[in-house]
Antibody, heavy 118, light 106 residues
């Protein structure tokens, strides 16, 4: 069964940092681009970042460029998102998704909630 | 950046109704459009890609059409499990989602 399992969310103070992780199973991880999509409470979906299957190419939404770093460890079938200089507007459920920014997202994880508050 | 606008924002309908949701792109995206369904507290699920191709396992009552800048998602006979929020997404240039359409019980 194809599955994505996120972890690493939590409550963090403004200006703080977090590293989110997404462990994949059920498919050949390094064959596929992976992405992060977030959803603020009660709001719509926002694509955040994507990384190629090899990890050599990364893409970011303008709203997060410079503060977020996407990466992957294909030996561990795991996708990461390092989020720095967190602000209240970053409060959201962060979903890991199989697929690229120039493609559809065909499999999604259950999401991990990041809350930025003092 | 390509903007996606869905209408209506809220749609009230009854079981058995035929419902149509519209998605408009701010510039031509050819057929690079997907539709997703999201239920409360759950992750989105891909229903349709390339404007009109259904993902394997999606009930045949869901269909998509359109190209260029105007697209529609149609549910031919609304079922109880279809009450949810539906999002369109363009993938012509990176990824942008519409603001969502909530299909609620009338």
């Amino acid at each position: 069964e194809v599955q994505l399992l996120e972890s690493g969310g939590g409550l963090v103070q403004p200006g703080g940092s977090l590293r989110l992780a997404c462990e994949a199973s059920g498919f050949t991880f390094n064959n596929y681009a992976m992405s992060w999509v977030r959803q603020a409470p009660g709001k719509g979906l926002e694509w955040v970042s994507s990384v190629s299957g090899s990890g050599s190419s990364t893409y970011y939404a303008d709203s997060v460029k410079g503060r977020l770093t996407i990466s992957r460890d294909n030996s561990k079938n795991t996708l990461y998102l390092q989020v720095n200089s967190l602000r209240a507007a970053d409060t959201a459920v962060y979903y890991c998704a199989k697929g690229d920014a120039g493609d559809t997202f065909d499999i999604w994880g259950q999401g991990t909630l990041v809350t930025v508050s003092s | 950046d390509i903007q996606m606008t869905q209408s209506p924002s809220i749609l009230s309908a009854s079981v058995g109704d035929r419902v149509t949701i519209t998605c408009r792109a701010s510039q031509s995206i050819s057929s690079w459009l997907a539709w997703y369904q999201q239920k409360p507290g759950k992750a989105p699920k891909l229903l349709i890609h390339k404007a009109s191709s259904s993902k394997s396992g999606v009930p045949s009552r869901f269909s998509g059409s359109g190209s260029g800048t105007e697209f529609t998602l149609t549910i031919s006979s609304l079922q109880p499990e279809d009450f949810a929020i539906y999002y369109c997404q363009q993938y012509h240039s990176y990824a942008t989602f519409g603001q969502g359409t909530k299909v609620e019980i009338k």
